[in-house]
């Protein structure tokens, strides 16, 4: 075969392959069947069109930089409102009789906890019985005394020593009704109540709240020292502490607001006061405690829970905000969705301040007047991936 022969070949060969390429199915050289439907309308560079009717179900705003009130935010951690936790101690040595209570249990002011059973207790309590006939005896005679007296039926020196009994049965029981009080014994009209004549000593709780520990059994014997047996804490207002850096500590007052969020509850802000910024400085960690008293009407902070902490600072800056609806998360990245053109939409990762509310600081991504969808979010997200599958 000739040299022209075999270029003629490829020449046709060639002008087959463009042929079959060019047509809708390369693989049969047959042309692509009309199926009626449409390219999904996402285009290479990422972006998502919208028809008109999906169009009108989303709200599309223009972020602007705003005067906006600056906040510090630092880590806390929730603990009991110190004034509000009272420690119960054994008043004298004994064993524990009538244990009422346990971890977790709710208590009145006043309620009864326990009782300690102690033969010091009966003998205090004997020795003001005791006293109490004394103090009468001592009464009746010296009253006796001054009438026998003023009718000169008795001397000076005899009216003098009736007083003067008298006096010391009087000195007598008011130190045995003191002692009772200091134990808790002392009833209406100054009378024991019945228990403590048998030595059993009430304890009370001083406080209402909650029983937060217990360290004793029914029978044990307890000292009377500074160990408590029982401890009652209050959780309507609990104390929110954090440390503040050294470089930020003239941003924070005594009285400023705060806000508090946590991890358990993530869409609730509980409002606080400082009420206590640390005297010193950590030298390790360069901070400085604040402590946050925090209303807790119904008990969900609970003491060791961490937290967030923003408080407000007076001063005021114009910065860029994108509200916080338009946000959505994913791979651990913010993202908002842009319309670059009307109804054509694209995702635009963004770095923002963290911390809560309804607008959030822009720190990169955004520009002033760039148009961001806050509502429908969730439908464009829906779409997009419906179009990516």
Known sequence: M?????HARAAVLAAT????SCSGHPETGRAAPDTGVVAAPTEGDGTIALDPKMRASIRVDTIAERDTASALAIAG???FDEDRVAHVLAPLAGRVVDLRVKVGDTTRKGQML???GSREAAAVVGEHIEGRKDLELAEKNAAMTQDLFEHEAASRMALQQAQNDLAKARARVARTEEALRMLG???????PPVDAVRGRVPIVSPIAGVVIERKVTEGQFVQSDSTPILTVGNLDTVWVVGDVFERDLRLVTVGQTASITTAAYPGDRFQGRVNYISPAIDPATRTAKVRVSVDNPRGRLKPEMFAAIDLH???HERALTVPTAAIFMETGRSYVYVEVSPGRFARRPIEVVSGGGTERGVLSGLRAGDRVVVDGVLLLRQEEQQRSS
């Open 313 to 315: 600072v007076d001063a």
């Open 185 to 191: 014994l002392a009833g209406h009209d100054d009378l």
């Open 17 to 20: 392959l463009v042929a079959v």
């Open 77 to 79: 951690k929730v603990q």
């Open 2 to 6: 000739s040299t022209i022969d075999t």
């Open 114 to 116: 326990c009782a300690i």
